[in-house]
């Protein structure tokens, strides 16, 4: 019994070492602040990617401040987090890191403080970024002098179009209809149109209003 407990206490002592060893190696984001590269004033932080910082996810980061000028230096602060502030000094030359936690929702900003009203940055902590703005495919149609009507494509996803008509019909016109779209060019008019729509599944007729919508697209 004694002999079974103290095994047991030795396990239980080896997973409590371990398990903080395992969750410190979890990768903990790097993000990189450079500044003052060959004394210009120049301030960033960038992801991982190299792409500088705007928005990114609630968390431990290590920020690891490349300060390349003894003119610089880059200090990052809230003032809706006062957990958070940390910089180099002025005259400090070199690599420093700085191990932190951004809380959600807040906004974060960093800048040079000798020069902070041209040398500075922000970015936002949110776990629930904006969704990216939809895509807009491109369509084009053409109305021929003589008549002849085409479109880009017969078959195309649902979605967001920029759909651009260039309409020479000296008789004819463009029109397209189908669920909630309803777009033509005058019969006299002739030249170029650009609309916005936003197809959804089913078919579409087109054509020209003197000859009839006798053609289809179909969205998927
Ligand atoms: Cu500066």
Known sequence: MQRALCT???VICALVLVLPAAAGRQD???LTAIVGTNDGFTIMLNDPSGKRVSEIAPGTY????QDRSAIHNFHLAS???ATIDFRTDLEF???QSFTVTFRDRTRYAYACEPHWQTMNGSFFVTSTPAPPPPTVRKLSAVVKPGGGISLSSTSVPAGR???TVNDQGKRDNFHLRGRAVNKRTGLAFRGRVGWGLSLARGVYRYGSDRTGLKRTLRVR
């Open 8 to 10: 047991g206490i030795v």
């Open 28 to 30: 903990v984001a790097t």
């Open 62 to 65: 290590t920020v690891v401040v």
């Open 79 to 81: 003032n809706e987090d």
């Open 93 to 95: 030359v070199g690599e």
């Open 161 to 163: 179009y920029r759909l």
